[in-house]
Every structure is written in structure tokens, then in C-alpha cells.
């Protein structure tokens, strides 16, 4: 798995209206966690506003123009492919997003701070809203591939106890 180069394709509509290929090329992966390098993100698209506007390119000028520094954006939506390596660990966090993953290759772990862990497979889907949580590759021979849409959220809020971002774990 570890020669898996997904490839990132943005569409757009002409100024006749015809639909038509943007761009397409392969997506670049940084490391999360330096110096272990163990976790990948490969930033597919961002927006800055929702709903998005799309009847101009505002919205690809500035994803392209964008350097992430952070997990979620406050008023739009986020789309990343992160690629875990064997033994992987992503530490506990929380965001102010509600976040959709799918396990594209490889094996995921949830470990929520209630104590509950879960383990998705390929194909898999995971709706996390806004908890606290950390993410562990299980195998140690294998990669994992998932793919995440984070869409801004308000934060959860329990009793009167707000219970905002909190990036400290991952050095954000």
C-alpha cells in the first residue's frame, strides 16, 4: 500500500456554462507529527464560507493559496486524505466540526476519552460530533488510508460546561 498515490481532480463551470476539468494531479502528503513523520495529511480541498460560493474560483484560489494550520476552519468545510503508518497514532483532540471518515485501505481505531475504543475497516464509515478523540492504526505491517470531510460546527455544549477545540495533544 505504501506506493497508493490517490490523485486530487477539481471541476469548475465556464463562463459559457459548460462544466470542465479544473485540475487534476496527485495529492501531497506532509507529516502531522514531525519528527516521527508516522502521520500523513494530504489536503484534497478547503472552504472558507458555507455555503460555498461557486460561481466564480475564488473558492480554488483560495484552497490553493491555503497552508493548513489546523484540523478544521471555522466557517467552511475541510477535506483531507490521512495516511496512518504502520502503529500510527493520532493523539486526543477535539474539534469544533462535525467530521465523516471513510476507511479507504487499512484498519482505524477510535479511542474515545469515555474509555471506548472502536476498530472500522475498509469501507467503513465514521461520524465523530465534536468529541474528544484519538485515532491508532492497529497493525503494525499495514498503512491506512481514510479519508475526512470536517465541516465547521458549533461546540459542544453539556449543562453550562462549553466544551471547545482543544489541540494542545497534537502541538496546535
Known sequence: M????????????TLSGAST???????????????YNTLLAGNVFTTHTFPTVLSD??????????????????????AVMNKFLPGAECPAHRTETIDFGVVVEGE????LDGGEKKRF?????VVQRGTYHGWRNPS??????????AVAAEAVVVGEEVLGEDLKNLGM
Open 108 to 111: 482505524l481505531e477510535v479511542l
Open 2 to 13: 505504501s506506493n497508493l498515490s490517490p490523485t486530487q481532480t477539481i471541476t469548475t463551470t
Open 121 to 125: 475497516g475498509r469501507g467503513d464509515v
Open 57 to 78: 474560483e475564488d473558492d480554488i484560489k483560495r484552497h490553493e493559496a491555503y497552508v493548513p494550520q489546523r484540523i478544521g476552519v471555522k466557517k467552511g468545510v475541510v
Open 21 to 35: 476539468i479544473h485540475s487534476s494531479s496527485p495529492i501531497t502528503f506532509v507529516p502531522l507529527n514531525p519528527p
Open 140 to 149: 503494525m505491517e499495514n498503512e491506512t488510508l481514510v479519508f475526512f470531510v
